[in-house]
Protein backbone atom coordinates (compact mmCIF):
# COMPACT_ATOMS: atom_id res chain seq x y z
CA UNK A 1 0.00 0.00 0.00
CA UNK A 2 1.28 3.39 -0.84
CA UNK A 3 0.41 5.96 1.61
CA UNK A 4 -2.07 8.68 0.94
CA UNK A 5 -0.54 12.51 0.93
CA UNK A 6 -3.07 13.77 3.04
CA UNK A 7 -1.62 17.36 2.68
CA UNK A 8 -3.66 17.05 -0.01
CA UNK A 9 -7.15 15.61 1.26
CA UNK A 10 -9.95 18.61 1.08
CA UNK A 11 -11.75 17.22 4.13
CA UNK A 12 -8.52 17.68 6.64
CA UNK A 13 -7.23 21.12 4.98
CA UNK A 14 -10.80 22.41 5.64
CA UNK A 15 -10.45 21.27 9.37
CA UNK A 16 -6.71 22.69 9.15
CA UNK A 17 -7.80 26.85 7.91
CA UNK A 18 -10.40 26.49 10.72
CA UNK A 19 -7.52 25.54 13.62
CA UNK A 20 -5.54 28.07 12.17
CA UNK A 21 -2.40 25.77 11.51
CA UNK A 22 0.01 26.56 9.35
CA UNK A 23 0.25 23.90 6.06
CA UNK A 24 3.28 21.14 6.17
CA UNK A 25 4.96 19.59 3.31
CA UNK A 26 5.61 16.33 3.23
CA UNK A 27 8.27 14.05 0.82
CA UNK A 28 7.13 10.45 1.31
CA UNK A 29 10.46 9.12 0.20
CA UNK A 30 13.07 11.14 2.13
CA UNK A 31 11.09 9.93 5.35
CA UNK A 32 11.84 6.49 5.25
CA UNK A 33 15.02 4.66 6.73
CA UNK A 34 17.12 2.09 5.65
CA UNK A 35 16.29 -1.38 6.71
CA UNK A 36 18.43 -2.51 9.72
CA UNK A 37 18.10 -6.53 9.30
CA UNK A 38 20.14 -7.42 11.81
CA UNK A 39 18.54 -5.16 14.69
CA UNK A 40 14.91 -6.06 13.38
CA UNK A 41 16.11 -10.05 13.76
CA UNK A 42 17.07 -9.38 17.39
CA UNK A 43 13.89 -7.31 18.57
CA UNK A 44 10.82 -7.92 16.92
CA UNK A 45 11.34 -10.58 14.45
CA UNK A 46 10.32 -9.84 10.84
CA UNK A 47 7.16 -12.33 9.01
CA UNK A 48 8.40 -14.06 6.12
CA UNK A 49 7.92 -16.10 3.43
CA UNK A 50 8.60 -20.03 4.41
CA UNK A 51 10.07 -20.11 1.08
CA UNK A 52 12.95 -17.82 2.15
CA UNK A 53 13.74 -19.77 5.08
CA UNK A 54 16.77 -21.93 4.21
CA UNK A 55 17.04 -25.54 5.54
CA UNK A 56 20.94 -26.31 5.66
CA UNK A 57 23.01 -29.77 5.90
CA UNK A 58 22.83 -29.60 9.46
CA UNK A 59 19.10 -29.02 9.57
CA UNK A 60 19.45 -25.37 11.18
CA UNK A 61 16.87 -22.76 9.28
CA UNK A 62 18.75 -19.69 8.12
CA UNK A 63 17.17 -16.32 6.67
CA UNK A 64 19.39 -13.84 4.41
CA UNK A 65 22.72 -14.98 6.17
CA UNK A 66 21.70 -15.47 9.77
CA UNK A 67 21.39 -18.46 11.74
CA UNK A 68 17.37 -17.69 12.71
CA UNK A 69 14.91 -19.12 15.24
CA UNK A 70 11.41 -19.35 14.16
CA UNK A 71 7.85 -19.07 15.61
CA UNK A 72 4.37 -18.10 14.40
CA UNK A 73 3.49 -14.09 15.68
CA UNK A 74 -0.11 -14.75 16.69
CA UNK A 75 -0.76 -16.74 19.97
CA UNK A 76 -3.60 -18.42 21.47
CA UNK A 77 -3.78 -17.16 25.15
CA UNK A 78 -2.49 -19.72 27.49
CA UNK A 79 -0.94 -21.76 24.62
CA UNK A 80 2.36 -22.81 25.84
CA UNK A 81 3.96 -22.42 22.11
CA UNK A 82 7.00 -23.49 20.67
CA UNK A 83 9.82 -21.70 18.79
CA UNK A 84 11.95 -23.88 16.27
CA UNK A 85 15.76 -23.75 15.46
CA UNK A 86 15.39 -26.97 13.00
CA UNK A 87 13.29 -28.73 10.46
CA UNK A 88 12.31 -31.06 12.45
CA UNK A 89 9.16 -33.50 12.08
CA UNK A 90 7.04 -30.77 13.19
CA UNK A 91 7.77 -27.94 10.44
CA UNK A 92 7.77 -31.26 8.01
CA UNK A 93 4.54 -32.17 8.84
CA UNK A 94 3.27 -28.53 8.71
CA UNK A 95 4.28 -27.96 5.63
CA UNK A 96 2.43 -31.30 4.59
CA UNK A 97 -0.29 -30.22 5.89
CA UNK A 98 -0.24 -26.39 4.61
CA UNK A 99 0.43 -25.16 7.73
CA UNK A 100 3.72 -23.56 6.65
CA UNK A 101 3.16 -20.16 5.81
CA UNK A 102 2.99 -17.25 8.43
CA UNK A 103 6.48 -17.97 10.51
CA UNK A 104 8.55 -15.02 11.98
CA UNK A 105 12.35 -15.17 11.92
CA UNK A 106 14.62 -13.88 14.41
CA UNK A 107 17.95 -13.64 16.06
CA UNK A 108 16.81 -13.23 20.06
CA UNK A 109 18.90 -15.22 22.42
CA UNK A 110 16.80 -14.94 25.42
CA UNK A 111 13.83 -16.91 24.38
CA UNK A 112 11.70 -13.92 24.84
CA UNK A 113 9.77 -13.33 21.78
CA UNK A 114 7.28 -10.77 20.50
CA UNK A 115 3.56 -12.50 19.72
CA UNK A 116 0.28 -11.48 19.24
CA UNK A 117 -2.04 -12.98 21.84
CA UNK A 118 -5.35 -14.43 20.03
CA UNK A 119 -8.61 -15.21 21.22
CA UNK A 120 -10.70 -17.41 19.30
CA UNK A 121 -8.92 -16.43 16.18
CA UNK A 122 -8.87 -12.51 16.99
CA UNK A 123 -5.86 -10.63 18.33
CA UNK A 124 -7.00 -9.13 21.70
CA UNK A 125 -3.54 -7.96 22.81
CA UNK A 126 -0.82 -7.00 20.21
CA UNK A 127 3.62 -7.44 20.40
CA UNK A 128 3.41 -9.10 23.97
CA UNK A 129 6.56 -10.17 25.39
CA UNK A 130 5.91 -13.87 25.81
CA UNK A 131 9.37 -16.59 26.92
CA UNK A 132 8.66 -19.66 24.34
CA UNK A 133 10.13 -23.12 24.95
CA UNK A 134 12.01 -24.84 22.44
CA UNK A 135 10.36 -27.65 20.27
CA UNK A 136 11.61 -30.92 21.54
CA UNK A 137 11.76 -32.31 18.28
CA UNK A 138 14.19 -29.90 17.03
CA UNK A 139 16.42 -31.00 19.84
CA UNK A 140 16.16 -34.43 18.83
CA UNK A 141 16.60 -33.58 14.94
CA UNK A 142 19.91 -31.76 16.03
CA UNK A 143 21.20 -34.41 19.00
CA UNK A 144 21.86 -31.59 20.92
CA UNK A 145 23.46 -32.18 24.04
CA UNK A 146 22.47 -36.19 23.22
CA UNK A 147 18.94 -35.05 23.76
CA UNK A 148 16.61 -37.66 23.00
CA UNK A 149 12.74 -37.36 23.36
CA UNK A 150 11.37 -36.92 27.61
CA UNK A 151 15.05 -35.66 28.67
CA UNK A 152 13.64 -32.68 30.37
CA UNK A 153 16.72 -30.54 32.05
CA UNK A 154 18.04 -30.77 29.08
CA UNK A 155 15.16 -29.21 27.32
CA UNK A 156 14.48 -26.74 29.84
CA UNK A 157 17.85 -25.74 30.30
CA UNK A 158 18.50 -24.64 26.33
CA UNK A 159 19.51 -21.80 26.11
CA UNK A 160 19.47 -19.98 22.54
CA UNK A 161 22.87 -17.73 23.58
CA UNK A 162 24.53 -21.21 23.16
CA UNK A 163 22.49 -22.14 20.36
CA UNK A 164 23.61 -19.42 18.07
CA UNK A 165 27.26 -19.72 19.37
CA UNK A 166 27.66 -23.42 17.90
CA UNK A 167 25.74 -22.69 14.76
CA UNK A 168 26.91 -19.52 13.77
CA UNK A 169 29.71 -20.59 12.31
CA UNK A 170 28.00 -22.91 10.20
CA UNK A 171 26.42 -20.07 8.46
CA UNK A 172 26.40 -21.27 4.94
CA UNK A 173 26.28 -17.71 2.75
CA UNK A 174 26.37 -14.02 4.56
CA UNK A 175 23.64 -11.39 4.17
CA UNK A 176 23.14 -9.82 1.11
CA UNK A 177 23.05 -6.38 2.49
CA UNK A 178 24.42 -4.35 5.28
CA UNK A 179 22.86 -1.87 7.45
CA UNK A 180 25.03 1.02 4.98
CA UNK A 181 23.89 -0.68 2.01
CA UNK A 182 20.32 -2.31 2.55
CA UNK A 183 17.97 -0.63 -0.17
CA UNK A 184 15.76 1.89 1.81
CA UNK A 185 11.83 0.46 2.40
CA UNK A 186 10.29 2.39 0.01
CA UNK A 187 8.11 2.15 -2.82
CA UNK A 188 9.30 1.84 -6.23
CA UNK A 189 8.77 4.42 -8.69
CA UNK A 190 6.21 2.47 -10.86
CA UNK A 191 4.30 1.18 -7.66
CA UNK A 192 0.88 2.22 -8.55
CA UNK A 193 1.00 0.20 -11.88
CA UNK A 194 2.40 -2.53 -10.04
CA UNK A 195 -0.62 -2.10 -7.42
CA UNK A 196 -3.42 -1.89 -10.00
CA UNK A 197 -2.06 -4.51 -12.15
CA UNK A 198 -2.00 -6.74 -9.14
CA UNK A 199 -5.37 -6.04 -8.28
CA UNK A 200 -6.39 -6.57 -11.52
CA UNK A 201 -5.09 -10.16 -11.57
CA UNK A 202 -7.08 -10.94 -8.68
CA UNK A 203 -9.99 -9.08 -10.09
CA UNK A 204 -10.61 -6.43 -7.72
CA UNK A 205 -11.47 -9.61 -4.67
CA UNK A 206 -9.95 -8.81 -1.08
CA UNK A 207 -8.14 -11.40 -0.53
CA UNK A 208 -8.81 -11.94 3.25
CA UNK A 209 -12.76 -11.49 3.07
CA UNK A 210 -13.81 -12.06 -0.53
CA UNK A 211 -15.45 -8.44 -1.00
CA UNK A 212 -15.82 -7.84 -4.69
CA UNK A 213 -14.81 -4.28 -4.91
CA UNK A 214 -14.64 -4.13 -9.18
CA UNK A 215 -16.82 -1.62 -9.79
CA UNK A 216 -15.81 1.44 -10.48
CA UNK A 217 -16.78 3.34 -7.62
CA UNK A 218 -15.66 0.52 -5.29
CA UNK A 219 -12.47 0.05 -6.51
CA UNK A 220 -10.41 3.06 -4.60
CA UNK A 221 -11.20 0.75 -1.58
CA UNK A 222 -8.82 -1.96 -2.28
CA UNK A 223 -5.39 -1.56 -1.58
CA UNK A 224 -2.34 -4.11 -2.14
CA UNK A 225 -0.65 -4.95 0.47
CA UNK A 226 3.21 -6.10 1.21
CA UNK A 227 3.09 -9.47 3.39
CA UNK A 228 6.79 -9.53 4.62
CA UNK A 229 6.18 -5.44 4.96
CA UNK A 230 9.06 -4.49 2.58
CA UNK A 231 8.01 -2.06 0.44
CA UNK A 232 10.20 -2.62 -2.15
CA UNK A 233 9.90 -6.41 -2.63
CA UNK A 234 7.05 -6.25 -5.33
CA UNK A 235 7.19 -10.25 -6.41
CA UNK A 236 3.49 -11.85 -6.24
CA UNK A 237 3.99 -13.42 -4.30
CA UNK A 238 4.97 -10.60 -1.36
CA UNK A 239 1.65 -8.88 -2.48
CA UNK A 240 -2.02 -9.52 -1.33
CA UNK A 241 -5.02 -7.40 -2.44
CA UNK A 242 -6.65 -6.55 0.49
CA UNK A 243 -10.18 -4.35 1.35
CA UNK A 244 -9.52 -1.10 3.35
CA UNK A 245 -10.94 -3.09 6.66
CA UNK A 246 -8.69 -6.26 6.30
CA UNK A 247 -5.36 -4.00 5.52
CA UNK A 248 -6.25 -2.08 8.38
CA UNK A 249 -6.53 -5.33 10.52
CA UNK A 250 -3.24 -6.37 9.53
CA UNK A 251 0.03 -6.09 11.88
CA UNK A 252 1.56 -2.52 12.65
CA UNK A 253 -1.61 -1.00 10.14
CA UNK A 254 -3.63 0.68 12.47
CA UNK A 255 -2.87 3.91 10.53
CA UNK A 256 -5.44 3.01 7.94
CA UNK A 257 -8.20 3.75 9.45
CA UNK A 258 -6.97 7.20 9.47
CA UNK A 259 -7.96 7.44 5.69
CA UNK A 260 -11.00 9.33 4.99
CA UNK A 261 -11.36 6.92 2.50
CA UNK A 262 -11.64 4.20 5.30
CA UNK A 263 -14.85 5.80 6.99
CA UNK A 264 -16.42 6.30 3.55
CA UNK A 265 -15.58 2.18 3.20
CA UNK A 266 -17.23 1.53 6.46
CA UNK A 267 -20.15 3.75 5.00
CA UNK A 268 -20.28 1.49 1.83
CA UNK A 269 -20.08 -1.13 3.67
CA UNK A 270 -23.57 -0.31 5.84
CA UNK A 271 -25.54 0.22 2.71
CA UNK A 272 -25.22 4.29 4.01
Known amino acids: MKLPDFTEDAELNRLRQ ?3 APRREWNQQSDWQRID ?13 PADIIVTSDRTLEYEGFKVAVFIRDQPINTDYRFHVADC ?5 MRRDGRYEKFVVATRQDGIFLVN ?10 EVEMRLHVCQNCLESLRWQNYEYGMRDIWLNFNLEDFFEVYNSTITQRPRYTDQTAPE ?3 AADWDRISK ?6 GWTCEACNIDLSESRTQQFLQTHHINGLRNDN ?3 NLKALCLECHANQPAHNHVTYSPSYRRFQDYRRGI
Do not use: C, F, W
Not at 117 to 126: C, M, W
Open 89 to 93: RTLIQ
Open 18 to 20: QMN
Open 37 to 49: LDAILRHTGMEVN
Open 185 to 187: NTY
Open 235 to 237: QPE
Open 117 to 126: QTSSGVVVNE
Open 197 to 202: RYKVSV
